[in-house]
């Protein structure tokens, strides 16, 4: 089967009677087989998918399928799907079946999408380079000696290495951008609050985002058109009109570009990243669009405040896995006590324990004021900054990551070399603004670079329209 580079492609033909959803599914299935090494997916749904694909063709050949009909998802470990397993990739969720369809996948099941299976990650979405996960790590197709990104990483590698058209992930500080970034590929972090959260599991709830990767601008317009929206389940969510995203009109304007100069001139950036997104804005400024560099004072305190926020959110939210209602339970118990403190002990990973105690210690009654109530007020300041900005621009265009794909193992020593790795993407989930990240070239290495674009809330619109002029230039 000749290889898709977008969904509208897919559609055709099976309209046009070349391929079938069976076929489709069986290439992915033979793909996925082919490269287990990989590590992207923890349950394949092999019989599942293809009868499902079998229906499909049915409804397509009766002129009743859906609008995502033939669409091939994974999902990310994190992801509610009724009757089957979910564990966040870990230990401490040991036989744990779903009860129930978080919304976007039943969202996608209803527009006829095709489920494949369950994708690896970091561990409860802890990380950045998915070596986190209790099942181990996802390996780059690239060059397998590089982390693919993360936490999203299995779902990155997934549609990098066609495995299935669309994955989803979730994004709290830049976890879907990152890998896209690393493997080449489209990865969209919308607004917070532009998808329901019901049903996926949670890590820090004021900063989760259900994500979308694609090798496809389009197809991920066409997705958040179909899983966006209000939703009873969720009472965060955001009431606002869902626009067409999938046929939004060209931009007939020129865009307003800001980029930060210190972002761009920071020591931290690795040269050929820094280069490759000078060269995009010189493009753009040279097809008429306005690009200006400004200044943000609170650079600085973005990732420290999202590290004290999420960490305190994750000390909460973590605290339901405790072995007496699901998941693992420790069986070198003698009473209660040790019943909690071994299970815990013993089914969270490391850096999942690391996160629960930083944020119990900055929640706890002596540091409080000095730390979390701090940088919620830091964080506003932020938002109110940002929001500031995009009264005069329309977008804010930044490098995705500081650095290409690294070596594995590379920075499992030092955490905070790791957290560094989100120093640029965790800015939109402070502030709560969508943000999206496409390929920009490679490295001498031939490693993908990414290139960064943020707007103003609910403006995924003109995001999507500003990512094709971004893919357009070279």
Do not use: W
């Not at 859906?66 to 040991?94: E, F, N, T, W």
């Not at 560099?293 to 305190?312: C, G, W």
């Not at 909460?316 to 006590?337: E, I, Q």
């Amino acid at each position: 089967m000749k290889p898709y580079s977008n969904f509208a492609q897919v559609q055709h033909d099976l309209q046009h009677g070349i391929t079938s959803c069976r076929e489709l599914v069986t290439y992915f299935l033979a793909n996925i087989e082919s490269k287990r090494h990989l590590n992207a997916f923890l349950s394949v749904y092999r019989e599942e998918a293809l009868q499902r694909a079998e229906s499909i063709d049915l409804k397509i050949k009766n002129g009743t399928a859906g609008k995502l009909a033939g669409l091939v998802v994974g999902l990310k470990d994190v992801l509610c799907y009724k009757d089957h397993p979910l564990q966040a990739s870990s230990r401490i969720l040991d036989g744990f079946i779903s009860q129930f369809n978080g919304t976007v996948v039943q969202r996608l099941l209803d527009a006829d999408a095709i489920i494949i299976g369950r994708q690896n990650c970091d561990e409860f979405a802890m990380g950045s380079s998915n070596e986190n996960s209790a099942f181990g790590p996802t390996l780059n197709e690239i060059d397998p000696t590089r982390v693919p990104g993360g936490s999203s990483g299995g779902s990155a590698v997934a549609v990098m290495a066609d495995l299935c058209h669309v994955s989803l992930g979730s994004d709290t500080g830049g976890s879907v951008r990152q890998p896209a970034a690393f493997c080449g590929i489209v990865g969209l972090k919308p607004t917070y609050s532009r998808i329901s959260r019901h049903g996926l599991i949670a890590y820090g709830s004021s900063f989760d985002c259900i994500g979308i990767f694609s090798k496809s601008v389009d197809d991920v317009a066409l997705v958040l058109e179909i899983i966006a929206g209000a939703d009873e389940f969720d009472s965060t969510v955001s009431r606002n009109p869902v626009p067409s995203y999938s046929v939004a009109a060209s931009p007939s304007k020129k865009f307003k570009v800001a980029y930060m100069r210190d972002t761009l001139n920071s020591a931290a950036l690795q040269p050929e990243i820094q280069q490759a997104i000078q060269r995009k804005l010189d493009l753009l400024k040279s097809e008429g669009h306005t690009v200006e560099a400004i200044d943000f004072p609170l650079n600085e305190y973005v990732l420290p405040t999202y590290y004290i926020l999420a960490t305190a959110e994750a000390s909460s939210n973590l605290s339901r896995y405790d072995g007496v209602r699901y998941g693992y339970r420790s069986p070198n118990t003698t009473d209660l006590a040790s019943m909690y403190k071994k299970t815990r002990a013993e089914g969270f990973g490391k850096e999942v324990q690391r996160r629960i105690l930083l944020g119990t210690f900055v929640l706890s009654a002596s540091y409080y004021d000095a730390y979390y109530s701090k940088a919620q007020k830091v964080r506003r300041l932020i938002r109110d900054g940002m929001k500031e900005i995009f009264k005069s621009y329309d977008f804010i265009v930044t490098p995705t990551t500081p650095t290409t794909a690294f070596k594995l193992g590379q920075h499992s020593d030092n955490p905070v070399e790791m957290y560094l790795a989100d120093l640029f993407s965790v800015q939109a989930n402070v502030a709560g603004i969508p943000g999206i990240s496409v390929p920009c070239g490679k490295d001498q290495q031939g490693l993908p670079i990414g290139i960064q674009a943020m707007a103003d809330d609910f403006e995924e619109e003109k995001l999507f329209q500003f990512s094709k002029i971004l893919l357009n230039l070279q």
